[in-house]
């Protein structure tokens, strides 16, 4: 087993998004050295390894660094694990922290991941040359969590609510359901990531990621309120792994053995968690960002958000279809802001992911 320190030129990142410490960490890079996976550990023909060959470096970006999270944990252990190797896929993470939509949109990069279809929705309105390939759960990330006096989502007005990068749809909806007038709510855009600003009243509430600051300050044994969009009937997704369109186009077979072998790493994740979570912490303490993901914050992280792939409406983890997308794109067309939106169908493939699976279990090569 080979790190990506020693083969993959993965390189530290200034960590951003609501999942990290607003810290920003400088980046550490080794040479890489290159290395041929014994013939014996391919599992697939000739013929498929050589195209998977011909297809070349795919770029892998990664938004959130090390995070304990589905689209992006699997990706890091799909690589470890030598899953990418078997299926001769030579495949490069960058953890940069860079604009994954924009790099895989220009053709600087073939995949990235997003915290949920609104994020694809919205970029989607902007941007081309972009398709959504899989769909990680039905369970919006997104949470309001707020100073223990605030008790329900109206009591609100007359105090504030932080977000960071924008207030989502989703958090949107959640007010607008609670009927919240928010002309009386004053929003602030957040630069503290220290979700204690919360429980210290210097915010009264703030759009978090459910699985991420309030799961802090849970572990602290603070005390707060959380509202969650189930909580006023707000649907929407988990996290969404996205393609460049041309490259889908010219590689479908490679862009599958891609999902295939990151989908066979999140399903080791979902079976062993403890050594999936040991060794992801043990990659960003190679490459310098143990202090921002610690085990124990990717433990909390990943507790949370293994669930909601486990919940997922198909029961097969990254199987998408558009009626998934359905309610979440009725809430980015009232709440996103967007001149106009592409049809759902436009924005996704419904079938690479599916036809990968049978009789409900992935279809892994060997097995």
């Not at 030129?9 to 080794?30: I, N």
């Not at 995070?67 to 001769?88: H, I, N, P, R, T």
């Not at 989502?168 to 602030?188: G, H, N, Q, R, Y």
């Amino acid at each position: 087993m080979t790190t990506p320190l020693d083969s993959k030129k993965l390189r530290g990142f200034g960590v951003a998004g609501l999942l990290v410490a607003a810290l920003t960490l400088t980046a550490c890079t080794a040479p890489a050295e290159e290395s041929t996976p014994d013939d014996s550990d391919i599992l697939i023909s000739q013929e498929a390894c050589d195209r998977n060959k011909a297809a070349g470096t795919i770029t892998y970006i990664s938004g959130y660094g090390y995070s304990a999270s589905a689209g992006q944990l699997d990706v890091f252990l799909a690589d470890e694990l030598g899953y990418f190797d078997a299926l001769c896929l030579d495949v490069e993470i960058n953890a940069s922290g860079a604009n994954g939509q924009q790099l895989v949109s220009s053709g600087q990069a073939e995949f990235t991941a997003l915290g949920s279809a609104s994020d694809v929705m919205l970029a989607a309105a902007n941007s081309k040359n972009l398709t959504a390939v899989a769909t990680y759960g039905n369970t919006p990330p997104f949470s309001i969590f707020a100073n223990e006096k605030i008790k329900s989502l109206k009591d609100l007005e007359g105090g504030s609510l932080g977000y960071f990068i924008n207030l989502t749809p989703i958090a949107s909806a959640m007010l607008d359901a609670a009927d919240v007038d928010v002309s009386k709510v004053e929003l602030i855009k957040m630069t503290n990531y220290d979700p204690t600003v919360v429980t210290r009243g210097q915010v009264d509430a703030i759009v978090g990621y459910a699985s991420n600051q309030p799961e802090n300050l849970r572990a602290q044994g603070l005390p707060f309120s959380e509202f969650f969009p189930s909580d006023v009937g707000v649907e929407g997704t988990y996290n969404v792994m996205e393609v460049n369109s041309e490259f889908l186009a010219a590689n479908r077979e490679v862009a599958a053995d891609f999902m295939r072998a990151s989908l066979h790493a999140l399903q080791f994740c979902l079976d062993s968690s403890d050594e999936c979570l040991d060794m992801i912490a043990q990659l960003a303490e190679d490459n310098g960002q143990g202090s921002a993901f610690p085990r124990e914050q990717l433990e909390r992280t990943w507790n949370v958000e293994s669930q909601w792939v486990r919940d997922s409406n198909s029961g097969l983890p990254g199987a998408q279809t558009a009626a998934d997308w359905e309610a979440e794109y009725e809430l980015v067309k009232k709440f996103g802001n967007v001149d106009s939106l592409p049809p759902i169908t436009d924005m996704m493939d419904q079938t690479l992911v599916a036809d990968l699976y049978a009789d409900g279990e992935l279809i892994w090569p060997g097995n």
